[in-house]
């Protein structure tokens, strides 16, 4: 499996959000990516 890595850049200090993102367990991550997915078909008008 290909990772796709985004660079996230907080706009209030223009630090790297990245470093936060190392420091989550892998169960974190996932959960984050089930959410990132249900907003994306929420935003595009899918269903859940």
Same mark, same amino acid.
């Given at each position: /499996? %290909?990772?796709?890595?985004?660079? @996230?850049? &907080?706009?209030? %200090?223009?630090?790297s959000?990245?470093?936060?993102?190392?420091?989550?367990? &892998?169960? @974190?991550?996932?959960?984050? /990516?089930?959410?990132?997915?249900?907003?994306?078909?929420?935003?595009a =008008? =899918?269903?859940?």
């Amino acid at each position: /499996m %290909t990772e796709i890595e985004f660079i @996230e850049v &907080d706009p209030v %200090t223009l630090e790297s959000k990245d470093v936060a993102a190392q420091l989550k367990s &892998d169960e @974190e991550r996932v959960e984050d /990516m089930k959410k990132f997915i249900q907003n994306l078909f929420k935003n595009a =008008g =899918g269903a859940e």
